[in-house]
């Protein structure tokens, strides 16, 4: 997965709180409520603005995603962006140091389209929000250089937590050289994993709680027995197990203890695989072999 720290917003902009400590709700044009408390003393955020912000979402009392505990979001602010019965509403009247609740009506944002239909979101149900906005860069080098360090410190929570986890359940695994561990049960017989070959890998994936979100032995996810093959080292598996399966030969098998900043990150890839959530996955490698070569690239003709 590539990354992109210009987190979009939509459905995921109306983030969420409890409680902002006020009772003073204004309203905007489409009926969303909100609650800007501000000192009036940091930058005002305008349009190009590039920020950063914490945030919260959740509906009822069920936390959708919070960044509070992980890695801060970050956004280019289009004003533009009017009407959207979200957080892009309120951006421009706020600043540094700013903090917004809000709340987002389900039914308003059906009838806006901006609901995907497979959302499940009971009629009359709203979306309760906080957000903190934390600083404004100067340019898109000074964002990217600071989401960079970001990354790199969630990335050793993730990895400090894995660690914790592993500890607790009487676990023996090897720390990998970026934070994630492999537990091997066989290291195999075959040729070896290596980056640039093409590998076939059976797995079963759940999250750290044993909820499945994956798997070639469950027929359910519609691949029983057949194995994912990919070239390794190319991104496209995800980063734990480019760097997890180079532990083993053919006919390997263990298991994968992946921070989320090698998976999916801040995204919310499936119901049980929420932003920011550790993975675990047994694998079996069954097959490791040569990639085939790539086509050869025409030649223009000669003149």
Request: aromatic share 10%; net charge positive; hydrophobic share 40%.
């Amino acid at each position: 997965m590539k990354k992109n720290v210009m987190f979009g917003f939509g459905l995921a902009a109306c983030v969420a709180m409890t409680s902002c400590g006020h009772s003073d709700y204004k309203k905007t044009d489409t009926g969303m409520t909100y609650d800007i408390i501000s000192d009036g003393k940091g930058e005002a955020i305008k349009n190009g603005s590039l920020i950063k912000f914490n945030y919260k979402m959740l509906t009822g009392d069920s936390v959708l995603v919070s960044t509070f505990e992980n890695m801060p979001a970050y956004f280019k602010v289009d004003t533009s962006m009017k009407k959207q019965h979200s957080l892009t509403d309120i951006l421009p009247m706020m600043k540094v140091g700013d903090s917004a609740a809000f709340v987002c009506y389900v039914d308003t944002l059906r009838k806006m389209g901006a609901m995907p239909p497979t959302a499940k979101f009971a009629a009359g149900s709203t979306i309760k929000g906080y957000v903190k906005i934390i600083s404004i860069f100067k340019d898109e080098a000074a964002i990217q250089a600071d989401a960079k360090a970001e990354e790199a410190k969630e990335l050793n929570r993730e990895s400090a937590a894995l660690a914790i986890y592993l500890k607790e359940n009487k676990i023996t695994a090897t720390k990998t050289a970026k934070g994630a561990y492999v537990q091997i049960t066989d290291a195999g017989t075959g040729p070896q994993a290596q980056n640039g070959k093409l590998v076939s890998v059976l797995y079963h994936g759940t999250n750290l709680k044993g909820k499945v979100f994956d798997s070639t032995k469950d027929t359910t996810f519609g691949h029983p027995n057949k194995p994912y093959e990919f070239v390794l080292g190319t991104g496209a598996a995800i980063e734990g197990w480019d760097e997890c399966l180079t532990y083993f030969k053919q006919g390997g098998k263990g298991t994968l203890y992946i921070p989320a900043m090698m998976a999916y990150k801040g995204q919310q890839a499936s119901e049980i695989i929420k932003p920011f959530t550790n993975l675990k996955f047994d694998v079996e490698v069954v097959g490791v072999k040569d990639a085939p070569a790539a086509p050869a690239t025409m030649q223009p003709p000669m003149h």
